[in-house]
């Protein structure tokens, strides 16, 4: 036969076991929520929808004449990063999804990675008169940073 005991604190704890899981649950919320935050801020991912997935929704959108300024211009992706449809990666995922070279070509995107550091370059030091922002190197354009490509600060 089995002895019970009327003592406190012989018996399992179930207290204890639901403090600690309360406390693992409440960590992988949080963890959930700023994680979330971070990579949403660092322009990565998005509830699971990657940036270059959002551009090549909006490249497919604008691969008409009419809207050639929206498919060529460079837009801001995060804090240093610019695309537009010509980069590498979203012309693959358009070819896949349709679009043939030919149709991505004759869109006629003039304005190359460089240039777009170079006018980057010489907005941001224009405005640095009045010290707002400071070029910085490390600015990437269609996976390129603007230093690789020879646009440095002076």
């Known amino acids: 036969m089995i002895k019970r005991s009327d003592r406190r604190g012989e018996g399992p704890s179930y207290s204890i076991v639901l403090v600690i899981i ?5 960590l992988i919320v949080l963890f959930g929520i700023f994680g979330i935050s971070n990579t949403a801020k660092k322009g990565l991912t998005t509830f699971g929808i990657s940036m270059i997935d959002e551009k090549v929704t909006a490249c497919k959108l604008h691969a008409t004449p009419q809207l050639k300024d929206s498919f060529c211009g460079y837009r801001k992706l995060g804090d240093n990063t610019y695309m537009n449809c010509m980069y590498e990666e979203v012309k693959t995922r358009l ?4 679009l043939t070279e030919g149709e991505i070509i004759a869109m006629g995107c003039t304005q190359k990675p460089k240039k777009f550091c170079e006018n980057v370059k010489n907005k941001l030091e224009k405005d640095e008169k009045n010290k707002i922002i400071k070029f910085n190197n490390l600015i990437t354009v269609n996976g390129e940073t603007c230093e690789s490509m020879g646009v440095t600060e002076d």
Request: charged share 20%; net charge neutral; hydrophobic share 55%.
């Open 22 to 26: 309360a406390i693992a649950i409440l």
């Open 95 to 98: 070819r896949e999804g349709g």
